[in-house]
């Protein structure tokens, strides 16, 4: 039998019931617990990665430290542990097929017929034993994307079917369904989970655990009822009720045993409750804040919940390490201009311009980048949002004229944001970009050093167009100060704009690192400026 344990997490009823809370959380308790626990994401769809999906189809892209394109589950699951992911964490059916086809074409399969069973079902379970190969793990935590008895699923729970017949008690299933409640007959109605463990038992597997996504308490009654029509034992009928927040489900997942019933029924020592007093902590200052901000986030998919993912996260961190409540005002980029600037922002104690691609709302942007600018609200800017506020500075500062990002405007007199040079022949969109960690030197007495509190750091990028460095005296001069370097290519990474409370681009993305427990230093620098401005206001 292996040493690693292997967890699935699956889902049924309906999507986002938070299959990727429930294996942060779980696999939280654990580490708190001394094991060394990783997640990873097998999601069901056809692209190689969601590196080119438009957020509307799929909410952000969350980048790893070695350049990974992923799903923005892959950000709970640092969030909570604070451990980095990597490709390895994230596989989707484009990969599995494409991985299959390749060894197809080569002849690693001597002429065989290539079928779902065995040969994709076996690159899956390649995928899911990779990470304990390249690694020391006691769990590896696998969350199966979408819903139960979907078509393109079926392969993934296949492969979960194979492996607990190969490693018995080695493997073990979660099922995360829904117990709505029905408000006409007054009470919560079990019959679609029913439903659901039949449709995974026609396809071989039975869950060992079924946790139970309800907006009310489940009963006695309710526990044994679906235990019984479900084949589990009661103690493993666990209630995910709703919460305020998400932080607050490992310490409701502690208090529902769920850890304890996952290590006796894989045979591991239980040992003592896990404390988690740092995250008791930290939600201790999430609920009770002293002081309460407002932070204009200004995009063009603000309207999307997940299209910002971490940076909201961020803030959430940010805020609680302030004490602070940091409420979040949706600004559309396209809705911001030259005469609506000031009623679009009107009551802000800070404005992050976030990051995007494409000409659409770029001039919102823009204009909101001069306004905090003009009014000396705190301003911060990711990726794009820093390239804006080069644009806006050379506009409006410099009067250079029409100057602009060659990605918007290719014929402009001023390409004050340029295509990277190994970018220029790059002709695939996939996976292309300056993707991953890089190092940045940060500026001797710059307020990024300041904030950091050192000169050497490491951030992760996904772009492919930077500052122009043929322009950077100017810049400098007039006041907008390069503050952070790439001293390998000589890319600009920060700009700090003088005579200014707080005016901070950055070329990388600081939300993909900041977690519950270590904050990133930027957002929280960032928020306690937008407290000291509105001190100012009042």
């Known amino acids: 039998m292996p040493t690693t344990k292997y967890i699935f997490v699956t889902g049924g009823v309906a999507s986002s019931l938070g299959k990727g809370i429930i294996s942060a959380s779980l696999a939280k308790l654990l580490q708190a617990r001394g094991y060394a626990v990783t997640i990873q994401k097998l999601d069901p769809y056809i692209n190689i990665d969601p590196g080119t999906l438009n957020p509307y189809e799929h909410g952000e892209c969350y980048v790893t430290e070695d350049g990974a394109e992923t799903d923005l589950d892959l950000g709970h699951y640092e969030r909570y542990l604070s451990v980095p992911t990597s490709l390895a964490n994230n596989v989707t059916t484009g990969r599995i097929y494409q991985a299959v086809i390749d060894k197809e074409r080569r002849g690693d399969y001597l002429g065989q017929t290539v079928q779902v069973i065995p040969h994709i079902t076996d690159e899956i379970k390649r995928r899911i034993k990779l990470l304990s190969a390249n690694a020391k793990y006691d769990f590896v935590i696998t969350e199966i994307g979408g819903t139960v008895g979907d078509i393109e699923s079926l392969p993934y729970i296949e492969a979960v079917r194979q492996l607990r017949w190969e490693i018995g008690t080695g493997c073990l299933v979660i099922h995360l369904t829904l117990v709505p409640f029905l408000a006409a007959a007054g009470e919560l109605k079990t019959k679609p989970t029913q439903h659901s463990v039949k449709t995974m038992l026609e396809q071989g597997v039975q869950p060992d655990i079924i946790v139970c996504r309800t907006e009310r308490h489940l009963n006695e009654g309710l526990r044994n009822k679906i235990a019984l029509f479900c084949n589990v034992d009661p103690t493993s009928v666990i209630e995910s009720i709703d919460a305020e927040s998400i932080y607050e489900v490992p310490l409701l997942m502690r208090d529902e045993k769920l850890d304890v019933e996952v290590l006796e029924k894989m045979r591991m020592p239980v040992g003592k409750t896990p404390e988690l007093l740092k995250w008791q902590e930290f939600l201790d200052r999430l609920k009770n804040p002293q002081s309460q ?108 004229k029409d100057a602009h990002s060659t990605e918007m405007e290719p014929q402009t007199p001023f390409p004050v944001i340029d295509i990277m040079e190994e970018q220029k022949r790059v002709t695939h969109m996939g996976g292309t970009m300056r993707l991953g960690s890089y190092s940045c030197s940060i500026i001797p007495g710059s307020m990024s050093e300041k904030i950091y509190q050192k000169q050497e750091i490491a951030e992760r990028h996904r772009h492919r167009y930077e500052f122009n460095n043929q322009y950077l005296d100017q810049f400098e001069t007039a006041g907008l100060k390069a503050a952070g370097i790439n001293k390998e290519n000589n890319l600009v990474e920060i700009v700090e704009l003088s005579n200014h409370p707080w005016f901070i681009g950055v070329q990388f993305h600081p939300e993909y690192l900041s977690t519950v427990a270590n904050p990133h230093p930027l957002f929280v620098s960032f928020v306690k400026a937008a407290m000291e401005y509105q001190k100012t206001k009042d």
């Open 293 to 400: 901000v407002t932070i204009g986030l200004v995009g063009k998919y603000v309207e999307l919940k997940d299209a910002y993912k971490s940076i909201r996260e961020s803030f959430v961190h940010a805020g609680a390490t302030n004490k602070c409540s940091v409420v979040i005002k949706p600004v559309h980029s396209e809705s911001i201009t030259a005469g609506t600037a000031a009623q679009a922002l009107e009551g802000l104690d800070g404005i992050l311009v976030a990051p995007g691609f494409g000409y659409r709302g770029i001039e919102g942007k823009i204009e909101a980048i001069r306004y905090a600018r003009e009014n000396a609200i705190p301003f911060f800017g990711i990726c794009l949002g820093m390239q804006c506020a080069v644009i806006e500075f050379g506009r409006n500062v410099l009067h250079l």
